[in-house]
Nanobody, 114 residues
Framework: VQLQASGGGLVQPGGFLRLSCAAS????????VAWYRQAPGNQREFVAQ???????GYADSVKGRFTISRDNPKNTVYLQMGSLQPGDTAIYYC?????????WGKGTLVTVSS
C-alpha cells in the first residue's frame, strides 16, 4: 500500500489550495482515509477524515474551511482548503489503515504567508 500526497505550496492568507492523496495497493472506498498535519515544533494532529461509508469528520480548527472528498474512479482523496491562515502552515500527511496496518504518505508542505 502506498499513499502519495501532493498539491502543497505557498499561498497567501485567505487563499485556497487543494491537496491530493493518491492510493495504490488499496481501494480508498474500502477504508478510511485521513489527513493529518505537523507544524514545526508541534506534534502531528488530525485534520479530517472520510470513512469507507463516506462519512466525514473534521478538527474544530478547520471546520467550515476545509472539505475532504473522495474520487473513487481515481482512487484519490482530496483536501480542499480555504480561508487559509498562517496557522495552517504545516506538512500535510494522508493516512489509511488496511487490515490493522497503518500507512502514511510522505507529506506535502503547505506554507501560508504573505
Amino acid at each position: 500500500v502506498q499513499l502519495q500526497a501532493s498539491g502543497g505550496g505557498l499561498v497567501q492568507p485567505g487563499g485556497f489550495l487543494r491537496l491530493s492523496c493518491a492510493a495504490s495497493g488499496t481501494v480508498v472506498s474500502t477504508n478510511f482515509v485521513a489527513w493529518y498535519r505537523q507544524a514545526p515544533g508541534n506534534q502531528r494532529e488530525f485534520v479530517a477524515q472520510v470513512s469507507s461509508g463516506g462519512a466525514t469528520g473534521y478538527a474544530d480548527s478547520v471546520k467550515g474551511r476545509f472539505t475532504i472528498s473522495r474520487d473513487n474512479p481515481k482512487n484519490t482523496v482530496y483536501l480542499q482548503m480555504g480561508s487559509l491562515q498562517p496557522g495552517d502552515t504545516a506538512i500535510y500527511y494522508c493516512r489509511t489503515k488496511v487490515r490493522e496496518c497503518d500507512y502514511w504518505g510522505k507529506g506535502t508542505l503547505v506554507t501560508v504567508s504573505s
